[in-house]
């Protein structure tokens, strides 16, 4: 088992930058994969970014491309997403998720582990 645990989530207006943690306890071998996902209201959720632990690989969604930077701090079994230039429609509840299967950017692949959430707003 995996339990993951968010925080850094805020309100910051356009253009403004937040830091999101995601730190891993339990059985952190199982987390050769880990992404953020996020979900606004009336949409679905949708991948942001994943990073391979393994080899750090990492992967984005069109939309952060160039704006989001995820990265890796194995020592502390925490994953991090620098959100900078914000947009209103960056909005939603950001989610991180773990996986032991290094299928971290497919299509449609479910990740196992999940975290509570952490609430992104970003006002214009």
């Known amino acids: 088992q995996v339990q993951l645990v968010e925080s850094g989530g805020g309100s910051v207006q356009a253009g403004g930058s937040l830091r999101l943690s995601c730190v891993a306890f339990?059985?952190?071998?199982?987390?050769?994969?880990m992404g953020w996902f996020r979900q606004a209201p009336g949409k679905e959720r949708e991948g942001v970014a994943a990073?391979?632990?393994?080899?750090?690989?990492?992967y984005y969604a069109d939309s952060v491309k160039g704006r989001f930077t995820i990265s890796q701090d194995n020592a502390k079994n925490t994953v991090y997403l620098q959100m900078n230039s914000l947009k209103p429609e960056d909005t939603a509840m950001y989610y991180c998720?773990?996986?032991?299967?290094?299928?971290?950017?497919?299509?449609?692949?479910?990740?196992?582990?999940w975290g509570q959430g952490t609430q992104v707003t970003v006002s214009s």
């Open positions: 998720a773990a996986d032991p299967r290094p299928r971290c950017w497919w299509p449609g692949f479910q990740y196992n582990y």
């Open positions: 339990g059985h952190t071998y199982s987390t050769n994969c």
């Open positions: 990073i391979y632990t393994g080899g750090g690989n990492t």
